[in-house]
């Protein structure tokens, strides 16, 4: 059975998005995040601050090639795994992959309260997030399907992306 796997920006959706999806398709829910935590028994923030972004996308690079190596499972990537191209190429061999987009505002609003991003601890916030993710369009344009979750309900959303997954998971 093929993956399917949720890319996206920080705050698009992926992490409430895949707790439901669990629910609702035979696939095992694993979040890429989580286990590299759990890997290296430290937070994302911490990994960041201690060994540097280039050491996390290693190790992001590590955990997508091992993942795309097996099936069944329903993937919430980070919102920076985008960044190596060979990441969406492995995971795309076995999974059908959905970015999940959504506006600066929208994003902000979603993450603004949350102290663990590490890559939003700036003066502003908001044009951090538009810097970024003006930075990463182009990556973001290569996962093949997107579903935009700004002013939609989770469920509508999950809909969307099972109706995606079932049309291409051949």
Same mark, same amino acid.
Do not use: W
């Given at each position: =059975? ?29 979040? =890429? ?12 923030? *911490? ?15 590590? =955990? ?11 993937? *919430? ?15 795309? %061999? ?19 309260? @949350?102290? @663990? ?12 997030? %538009?810097? =970024?993710? *003006? $930075? ?5 344009? $290569?996962?093949?399907? @997107?579903? $935009? ?18 049309? @291409?998971?051949?």
């Amino acid at each position: =059975m093929k993956n399917l796997v949720l890319f996206g920006f920080m705050g698009t959706g992926k992490t409430l998005i895949s707790k439901k999806l669990s629910k609702l398709l035979p696939l095992s829910a694993v979040d =890429m995040d989580a286990l590299i935590e759990d890997k290296e028994k430290t937070s994302i923030s *911490s990994i960041f601050a201690d060994k540097g972004e280039p050491y996390f996308r290693e190790l992001e690079r590590v =955990m997508a090639q091992e993942l795309s190596k097996k099936s069944g499972l329903l993937i *919430s990537t980070g919102g920076g795994v985008v960044l190596n191209p060979e990441n969406i190429q492995n995971l795309s %061999k076995t999974g059908v992959c959905v970015c999940l987009t959504a506006s600066p505002e929208t994003i902000y609003e979603r993450v603004r309260r @949350h102290s @663990h991003r590490p890559l939003l601890n700036t003066e502003d916030p908001l044009a951090t997030i %538009k810097t =970024m993710l *003006s $930075a990463r369009q182009s990556r973001y344009d $290569a996962v093949p399907y @997107h579903v $935009a979750t700004d002013a939609k309900s989770p469920e509508l959303i999950c809909e969307e992306i099972i109706a995606l997954y079932n049309k @291409h998971a051949g």
